[in-house]
């Protein structure tokens, strides 16, 4: 199993869509699944995602760390920089 790091939403990171998952205890991951990663939170190192594939952890998925209240967003892409470029007229 391969640890992946979350990173922080950077302040005015607006989500484009889905919602931010909370987790509700520190010792259970919001997601727990059959991928390669487990991701855990930046702040504290917390589990927050089990056996995740990184196609699942895209920019949509963000989860409040149980532990240290830190949202976490897997994606490496900001979500400016991730959004489809709007076309000029
Ligand atoms: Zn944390």
């Known amino acids: 199993m391969t640890i992946k790091k979350m990173r922080a939403v950077r302040a005015g990171e607006v989500p484009v869509d889905g919602g931010t998952a909370v987790q509700e205890s520190a010792d259970r ?33 963000r989860v409040r760390c149980a532990r240290c209240a830190t949202v976490n967003i897997s994606a490496e892409l900001p979500v400016q920089a991730a959004r489809r470029a709007r076309r000029e007229a």
């Open 29 to 61: 991951p919001v997601f727990r699944g059959n991928g390669e990663y487990d991701y855990v939170c930046v702040s504290c190192g917390s589990l927050l995602a089990a056996g995740m594939d990184p196609q699942y952890m895209t920019r949509r998925v």
